[in-house]
């Protein structure tokens, strides 16, 4: 078993959707959760991160961890096409080593 | 601010050469960086880590002797692919930790190495 699994997709969605986004994880000794979003031919780009359960807002981006099933999802309101990318989650122990999921492609249509 | 720079972008090489990338933090001092690979439609793969003024940290299945890491400043790290094949064509991407909380990995933007 993977330590972390992500839906490769990929995912279209029309403009103005709600985008749901997940990754599953094996060890329940992870302690940080976080989200890139990762251009095309470019470095990932932190979008949000959190270290405990429950739910953590940043515009139309909210990132949910529930450590009891060992479960993250991250949701994008009002999508848009500039959203079009590909969403990284990555799971950290106690130090800055992370481990990456394989990242869901996303396609916001227009 | 938190910037990171990699140099070249691009590089093409013949079957053989030895290739270096350059990772810069800009405005920070990087008390650790991160060198990954990425393959198409695949996700980060941690090569090494490593720290300013000591020897990288190399993960499983990674060889050290092809892949030389050297962090000479808390600003520059390099990664040079020695006798570079075409299974080393990838992307490299690095990462850089200031260390002042988990969160802050700064990415650079990454170099594709193709080799022929």
């Known amino acids: 078993q993977k330590e972390v699994e992500q839906d490769p997709g990929p995912l279209s969605v029309p403009e103005g959707a709600i985008v749901s986004l997940n990754c599953t994880y094996s060890n329940s000794a992870f302690q940080y959760f976080m989200w890139y979003r990762q251009y095309s031919r470019k470095g990932p780009e932190l979008l949000m991160y959190t270290y405990s359960s429950g739910n953590k807002e940043d515009g139309r981006f909210t990132a949910q961890v529930d450590k009891s099933s060992k479960y993250i999802s991250l949701f994008i309101r009002d999508s848009q096409p500039s959203d079009s990318a590909t969403y990284l989650c990555?799971?950290?122990?106690?130090?800055?080593?992370?481990?990456f999921g394989t990242g869901t492609r996303l396609k916001v249509l227009a | 601010g938190a910037v990171v720079s990699q140099h070249p972008s691009w590089v093409i090489c013949k079957s053989g050469t030895s290739v270096k990338i350059e990772c810069r933090s800009l405005?920070?001092?990087?008390?650790?960086m991160f060198w990954y690979r990425q393959f198409p439609k695949q996700s980060l793969m941690l090569m090494a880590t490593s720290n300013e003024g000591s020897k990288a940290t190399y993960e499983q299945g990674v060889e050290k002797d092809k892949f030389l890491i050297n962090h000479a400043s808390l600003t520059l790290s390099t990664l040079t692919v020695t006798s570079a094949h075409p299974e080393d064509s990838s992307f490299y991407i690095c990462s850089a930790y200031s260390g002042s909380s988990y969160n802050e990995q700064f990415f650079g933007p990454g170099t594709r190495l193709t080799v022929l």
């Open positions: 405005d920070f001092q990087a008390t650790t």
């Open positions: 990555a799971i950290g122990l106690g130090t800055y080593k992370y481990i």
